[in-house]
Structure formats: structure tokens, C-alpha cells
């Protein structure tokens, strides 16, 4: 008899709808390390406004979205340092998050009060359509069924909309320290079974809540025993064997979560650091607030032997 289990079913079920994930889960040795001397990938010269969010997709077509006004999407292919592509005539008003689905769709958090989609038919040629009006959303993750996550700072919820349908999945709407409720909540991740991470900021940890679930699980920060102390973690991605890299904001440092305990990664040459990406090969870019800068942190291949 074929015993198949459900992460296995959901896996066929994606393959077969032409679901893929989009962005970058590099596989790592435990033994990973990065150079701490980073280097400016991209300057306030270049980008001509302060940093926000970063997507990197698996064809290492970075995506970076601008938040002072006449915001503007910068676009860089095969993580040249050479700018591919700005679309600078988006909006008078900030831009937050955004997500890239594949190498056609783009979603963007405009002010805090919409998403809006860019989709390319060719070359520089694009359309524009408003998605949804959600008031507060800043960071956005697009899972792969294709609904959209938003990490609401000022509400201290995330929501989920798909098929104009929206649903809270975390938070109550007011802020707090207990189990379901978040306090200004910034950096999201969902897994592809629907499970979801949270960088807690104002509570100082990373809460984690499985599918369906209300009450999250505090991984790092406040009120687990032996965990770095927190201030203001504001992203989060995984790796392929699902170990979390935590940007700490104001402690201006990168954290690793693994199978080995918590390490600090990278504490050198941040400033108010936001949001973290990996690129195809395993190199972390990190937007970095407090010095208008994108820093590369290279991946140092040694460190996992041959």
C-alpha cells in the first residue's frame, strides 16, 4: 500500500499547478560562516533614498524598494552592481514592502495603504494594477497558493488576502505580549506548509505560528531561556534546513538560529539594518537605514570544507 504523507501530497499538488518558491533558501553546512567586512553593494549616491526592503529571486534579479517620496523601485540583474532597471515614476508616496513571485510579477506596499502588482510583458514594459487597499500593511510575503501576507506595524496583525478575501493570522489588533497578540510586528515568512514567522519587534522576539494556529510560539527573545536579549528584530528569512536569520535592528547585528544554538553572524558594519536576502548562492544582502547602504556579506565556501 502507498503511504504518502501531507507535506508530500502538497508538494505534488504545487508541481502540478506550476506553483514554484521564488526566492532563495540557500543549503548550508551548520559550519556556514559569512565575511564580517561586508561592502557597499549599493550607496545613497546610486539609490538617491533611504533603504527599506530587498527581494532576491532565484535568478539573483535583486529587487529594492525606495520609502522617502518619489519613491522608485530600483532593479539590478544577475546581482550586478550595475542598476538594470529603476522605475522611478511609481508614486508620490513611500514604498515598503514587495515580493516578486517570478520573474514577471512584482507586488508592492504602497504608504502603507495598498499593494499594488507590476507585471512585465517584455523587456522595460509593464503594466500596473492595484491589488487590494489594506491600511497599514509594510511587509508583504506572497506564499505559494499566491495569497498575500502583510505584517500591519500599527494594527499589530498580520492579515492574509487571497480572492478578495481577507484573514487575520496573527495578532488581535491591539498590542501584547501574550501568545496571540504581537506588538509592531515588521519582518514575515511563510514556510510553504503555512506556517508563519514573525519578527516581533516591539516585543523583542521571533514568534512562530503553525498553520491555522493563533497562539504563537516564541523561538527567540523575551522570555526564552538562554536566548539573546533582542532589540527590535525587523527580518527574517530561512535556509533550506530551515535555520532563521534574524536581523536585530537596533543592536545593528545578524543572528542565526540553528540546530547548533543562537550565534551572532554578522555585527559589523550595519547601521539600523531592515530587511536580509539571500542571493543564489548563499551571499546575504542586508538594507541598512542608518547609512543609506545595501551591504553584501559574502559567503565564505571554505567554511563547509570541499
Request: hydrophobic fraction near 35%; glycine fraction near 8%; charged fraction near 10%.
Amino acid at each position: 500500500m502507498l503511504i504518502i504523507s501531507i507535506t508530500q501530497l502538497l508538494i505534488v499538488i504545487f508541481v502540478v499547478q506550476g506553483f514554484s518558491v521564488s526566492y532563495n533558501q540557500p543549503k548550508l553546512c551548520s559550519t556556514a560562516k559569512w565575511n564580517t567586512n561586508g561592502f557597499t553593494f549599493a550607496d545613497n549616491f546610486s539609490m538617491n533614498s533611504a533603504p527599506y526592503d530587498i527581494f532576491i529571486n532565484t535568478n539573483n534579479t535583486i529587487y529594492f524598494a525606495t520609502k522617502q517620496n518619489k519613491s522608485q523601485i530600483l532593479i539590478w540583474y544577475n546581482a550586478t552592481s550595475n542598476m538594470s532597471l529603476p522605475i522611478s515614476n511609481i508614486t508620490n508616496k513611500n514604498i515598503y514592502g514587495l515580493f516578486s513571485t517570478d520573474n514577471r510579477h512584482l507586488y508592492v506596499s504602497v504608504n502603507g495603504e495598498s499593494i499594488h502588482k507590476y507585471s512585465w510583458t517584455s523587456g522595460i514594459n509593464y503594466t500596473v494594477t492595484r491589488v487590494n487597499s489594506m491600511s497599514g500593511c509594510y511587509n508583504i510575503f506572497v506564499d505559494i497558493n499566491g495569497s498575500i501576507y502583510c505584517s500591519m506595524t500599527g494594527r499589530h496583525q498580520v492579515v492574509k488576502y487571497k480572492l478578495n478575501a481577507t484573514e487575520v493570522v496573527a495578532g488581535t489588533g491591539c498590542h501584547g505580549f501574550v501568545n496571540n497578540m504581537l506588538y509592531s510586528p515588521q519582518g514575515i515568512f511563510v514556510h510553504t506548509n503555512f506556517s508563519l514567522y514573525v519578527a516581533d519587534c516591539g516585543n523583542n522576539r521571533i514568534q512562530f505560528f503553525p498553520y491555522n494556529q493563533s497562539n504563537g510560539i516564541t523561538l527567540i527573545g523575551n522570555s526564552v531561556h538562554n536566548s539573546l536579549t533582542l532589540d527590535c528584530p525587523s527580518g527574517i528569512i530561512l535556509d533550506a534546513d530551515e535555520n532563521l536569520y534574524i536581523v536585530d535592528k537596533y543592536q545593528n547585528r545578524i543572528i542565526r538560529s540553528s540546530s547548533n544554538g543562537i550565534e551572532i553572524l554578522i555585527d559589523r558594519g550595519l547601521s539600523q539594518p531592515q530587511s536580509i536576502a539571500f542571493d543564489n548562492t548563499g551571499n546575504i544582502y542586508v538594507t541598512n537605514g542608518g547609512s543609506n547602504t545595501i551591504q553584501k556579506f559574502m559567503f565564505i565556501k571554505e567554511t563547509c570544507g570541499k
